[in-house]
């Protein structure tokens, strides 16, 4: 087979940081679907960066090495060939668009590279009919859901027809029915026979779709076998979820009675009741846009409710989708110090809340927030929400941008910290790592407990899941 | 309050209008406003503020959703409440305050003001935006502009869930606070908004300036309606 791209003894590195690439070798063949997994922050994106030049262009990067792409050196192209070569879709779509409306972002980046308005109209509609996007054309980006984002986001790539297109992380911010319609994408352009690599963490509902599977740890990448990403959701899971823990003298924390909320006089939320207790951990699994962020708002006591009530015996904490922006301080000590000022007594809250921290690992409490990883920022975020003395923890999509292993992580922290947890999820990959969780479904505004069927339940081989990710 | 300002800069795209019409209408309405209301008798006044509000809520209507009409009202009930508190505190502390109905004229005056510029923000394209700066020679400021408004409507949504994770987390008592999260977000947005433009580029949009029927029409009838509104007064006073 051809080999459409070839990278060879690759090294890179931002200005004034380590090298992380690391003398990185690898071929890709034309029409293959290639999946690239790692741990987060391990530097896919970093890869990404290089092979297409924004590493060095944008951020100034050093690059040793060598990279042929279609048969010539990276450098040899000027940016307009190398958009007819590869092809990249970021992990948020919302950054590609020039123009908000859909068509003419698509239209005048057709006729950039088409020069001709009659032969810049044919590709897009030849491309949208092809996508399944022509019915969405004449909407604002900000108004589409996120599948159909990425969808829009993909034709705008393939305007260009490239011989490779890759995706930087394409499930992130996706509920079940955008992973759905990624996948129907991602078999159309596998049957037209363009080189597709995908990197992405989240790889099981990728499996059955890719023809190889290839790990990045320490700068480098190295094969993984298939049957080996396969074992590791092979069996049913025999669900906790059901058997969610019950705890004796389990106070109310929480009690919600017939809440009615609207957006533009659209019902978002109907008749919603629930009584949460102080050990609960609850789950609201639903698709985007189904109001689960406004049922969290609601319990926080930020949004109103427009008809019902809702009665805190507590307090409760926001903590949202984009973990960063929780963050306000330059250092764990001066959040904690900050925090703690909003507390009866700031003085006991900060002593208590210090051991808090180094209790949960947090030890260095002079290094900034802003550098953890994804995981680490959402348990920092709790930790410091227990230590002045929050006792409802809201938790907006918190698996969103986290690895499997770090979901696992993430869930077994949770058990530990005293206090409600209430999460919400928008994909069903996570429901089966939600050991001792209640489960519900928020769909069409209503509320109801969610018994998930056997293919949702398939169980995640945490060995296994060691074994791939072990460097 | 947030996520409804994101909804000022939409438009509607499927409009066949021409960017003369576009860029006639709203200029129109502003120099009007500004030279021709005769402020000498009160009910001419209302009468022609009336008329050219009825104007911007029609062609507002026209532009987009029901969701515009209700921003425009909801607007023009700030700038009203405003102008009524300060009455009231001017009274309160014993000053002269301005006569009622000379306040809500002049508040009308500026809405309509106001809104004949969102007319033209509703309205106008971004990519028509972009085409009038670069026959101006500002061909950055076009695309500076360009990216601002194209991004404007994400970055609210985002700044808007910071506050509400910002009020919760300190009790609404430090929400300058919310200005660090913010900033790192929009240097990490702006950095991916970058590498997009690296391997996008910047398209050049393909502007009708030709004027169509519908152009003519709309242009007449603006045009007549305003010249009444100028004449009439006058001749009343006489």
């Known amino acids: 087979m051809k080999k459409v791209l070839e990278v060879r003894d690759l090294w890179f590195r931002y200005p004034n940081s380590d090298w992380i690439l690391k003398s990185l070798n690898l071929d890709v063949y034309e029409g293959e679907t290639l999946l690239i997994i790692g741990k987060s922050g391990c530097g896919k994106t970093t890869l990404i960066r290089t092979l297409v030049g924004t590493g060095v262009n944008i951020y100034g990067g050093e690059i040793r090495g060598r990279v042929i792409a279609d048969g010539r050196g990276l450098e040899e192209y000027s940016v307009e060939e190398l958009r007819r070569v590869i092809q990249i879709v970021n992990q948020d779509p919302r950054t590609h668009f020039i123009y908000p409306n859909v068509y003419e972002d698509l239209y005048s980046y057709s006729l950039h590279i088409y020069g001709a308005r009659e032969k810049a109209k044919e590709i897009l509609d030849e491309i949208s009919k092809y996508l399944g996007i022509k019915h969405i054309l004449n909407r604002l980006y900000f108004e589409l859901s996120g599948g159909e984002l990425k969808r829009v986001a993909i034709a705008k790539a393939m305007l260009s027809k490239p011989k490779i297109v890759m995706f930087d992380e394409p499930f992130m911010w996706l509920d079940d029915i955008g992973v759905k319609n990624f996948l129907d994408v991602l078999a159309r352009l596998k049957n037209s026979g363009i080189t597709i690599v995908v990197f992405e963490h989240r790889f099981i509902p990728l499996i059955n779709h890719v023809s190889r599977v290839l790990k990045f740890s320490n700068g480098s990448l190295n094969e993984v076998p298939l049957n080996i990403l396969k074992k590791v959701h092979h069996t049913l899971f025999h669900s906790k979820i059901a058997n969610a823990s019950s705890v004796l003298n389990n106070k109310r924390v929480v009690e919600i009675n017939g809440v009615w909320f609207r957006y533009n006089d659209i019902p978002i939320l109907k008749n919603i009741s629930m009584h949460i207790n102080e050990w609960d951990r609850i789950a609201i699994y639903g698709n985007n846009g189904s109001g689960k962020s406004t049922l969290l708002k609601i319990i926080a006591g930020y949004l109103k409710p427009k008809k019902g009530y809702v009665k805190r015996f507590g307090r409760a904490i926001y903590i949202p989708q984009l973990i960063t922006l929780f963050f306000t301080e330059e250092s764990i000590e001066q959040e904690l110090k900050n925090i703690c000022r909003s507390s009866r007594n700031s003085k006991d809250c900060y002593s208590k809340g210090y051991s808090i921290l180094r209790n949960y690992g947090f030890d260095d409490l002079t290094q900034t927030p802003f550098n953890l990883s994804w995981g680490q920022q959402e348990k920092l975020a709790i930790t410091l929400s227990l230590a002045a003395g929050f006792n409802i923890f809201l938790l907006d999509e918190p698996f969103s941008g986290l690895t499997y292993i770090d979901r696992i992580a993430l869930i077994d922290y949770l058990e530990t910290i005293p206090g409600a947890k209430i999460v919400t999820i928008s994909s069903s990959d996570s429901i089966s790592l939600l050991r001792g969780f209640k489960l519900y479904k928020l769909n069409d505004g209503l509320l109801t407990e969610y018994t998930p069927d056997a293919e949702t339940l398939h169980s995640i081989d945490y060995n296994t899941l060691i074994q791939i990710y072990r460097d | ?238």
């Open chain 2, 1 to 238: 309050m947030l996520r409804e300002l994101a909804y000022i800069f939409t438009y509607r795209a499927d409009l066949k209008i021409s960017l003369i019409t576009k860029l006639y209408i709203p200029i129109a309405l502003m120099l009007f406003l500004l030279l021709a209301i005769n402020s000498k008798n009160i009910l001419l006044t209302a009468t022609q503020l009336i008329t050219i509000l009825i104007l911007e809520l029609s062609i507002l209507m026209y532009i987009g959703s029901l969701k515009r009409i209700v921003s425009a009202i909801i607007f023009i009930t700030i700038f009203i409440s405003i102008g009524l508190v300060i009455r009231t505190l001017s009274i309160a502390l014993s000053y002269e305050p301005t006569a009622l109905e000379d306040m809500i004229l002049s508040t009308l005056r500026v809405i309509e003001f106001f809104l004949a510029i969102t007319i033209a923000l509703q309205w106008i394209k971004v990519s028509e935006y972009r085409w009038i700066f670069k026959k101006l020679g500002l061909s950055n400021i076009a695309t500076l502009l360009t990216l601002v408004l194209t991004q404007f409507s994400p970055i609210l949504i985002a700044y808007s869930e910071a506050l509400t994770t910002i009020r919760l987390k300190y009790g609404g008592k430090a929400l300058q606070k919310v200005v660090k999260p913010l900033i790192i977000y929009s240097l990490n947005y702006g950095r991916d908004i970058a590498e997009a433009i690296y391997m996008y580029g910047i398209s050049e949009p393909d502007i009708e300036v030709a004027i169509e029927k519908v152009d003519v029409m709309l242009i007449v009838v603006i045009t007549i309606a305003l010249i009444q509104l100028c004449i009439i007064p006058n001749y009343v006073i006489q």
